[in-house]
């Protein structure tokens, strides 16, 4: 079956760096598409950034500059680049497939203090 499991969470001062990781398993990952969401408490889940199979990337306004996603399909694994850490980014942090059906991940803990 589908897994995605995401990994590099943790506690950061603000303006501090961080990179997640999402190993995926399970199906093709080069031909599919790759999104990371996140969700602050309280918040619904918000789309953060997402890479296509060709490697093409978009960004939510509130992490462009900041952020970056990246792929390498020979470890199946998708990227979460975050750096300029502010404390309104403090959420759950969760990979997604994108093409076709949606799975998610378990989700990593970010957590920025001020």
């Known amino acids: 079956q589908v897994q995605l499991v995401e990994s590099g969470g943790g506690l950061v001062q603000a303006g501090g760096s961080l990179r997640l990781s999402c190993a995926v398993s399970?199906?093709?990952?080069?031909?599919?598409?790759m999104g990371w969401y996140r969700q602050a408490p309280g918040k619904q889940r918000e789309w953060v950034a997402s890479?296509?199979?060709?490697?093409?990337?978009n960004y939510a306004n509130s992490v462009k500059g900041r952020f970056t996603i990246s792929r390498d399909n020979a470890k199946n694994t998708v990227y979460l680049q975050m750096n300029s850490l502010k404390p309104e980014d403090t959420a759950v942090y969760y990979c997604?497939?994108?093409?076709?059906?949606?799975?998610w991940g378990q989700g990593t803990q970010v957590t920025v203090s001020s």
């Open positions: 890479i296509t199979s060709g490697g093409s990337t």
């Open positions: 997604a497939t994108i093409t076709g059906r949606r799975y």
């Open positions: 399970g199906m093709i990952f080069s031909l599919n598409a």
